[in-house]
């Protein structure tokens, strides 16, 4: 069994900076990809930033510059480093893993539980 733990997040004036991070643990036996995706009341959930086979990054085009994913291959650990947050920043941040597990053949996809952030104007 896999699961993803997040801590981070919170309220923060616009222009401000947070830090979420992810942390994947269980019968781990490699990691395509770990990243952040969000939702907005109202909104479907969108990508926010990934990295792709640990090294590959890709950022969703409202949030570069601002936004820095990296990740701990050797810990499993992602962090998302979210400075000049503004309020349209605002919404449930989910971590997202696909990994393979030493029980199963192919990746699955997995959510952590989402922490909040809230970014006041």
């Known amino acids: 069994q896999v699961q993803l733990v997040e801590s981070g997040g919170g309220l923060v004036q616009a222009g401000g900076s947070l830090d979420l991070s992810c942390a994947a643990s269980?019968?781990?036996?490699?990691?395509?990809?770990m990243g952040w995706y969000r939702q907005a009341p109202g909104h479907e959930r969108e990508l926010v930033a990934q990295?792709?086979?640990?090294?590959?990054?890709h950022y969703q085009d409202s949030v570069k510059g601002r936004f820095t994913i990296s990740v701990d291959n050797a810990m499993n650990i992602a962090y998302l480093q979210m400075t000049n947050l503004k309020p349209e920043d605002t919404a449930l941040y989910y971590c997202?893993?696909?990994?393979?597990?030493?029980?199963?053949?192919?990746?699955?996809?997995?959510w952590g539980q989402g922490t909040q952030v809230t970014v006041s104007s």
């Open positions: 990295v792709i086979r640990g090294q590959l990054t």
């Open positions: 269980g019968s781990i036996l490699r990691v395509y990809t």
């Open positions: 997202n893993a696909d990994i393979q597990s030493i029980d199963r053949e192919s990746y699955q996809t997995y």
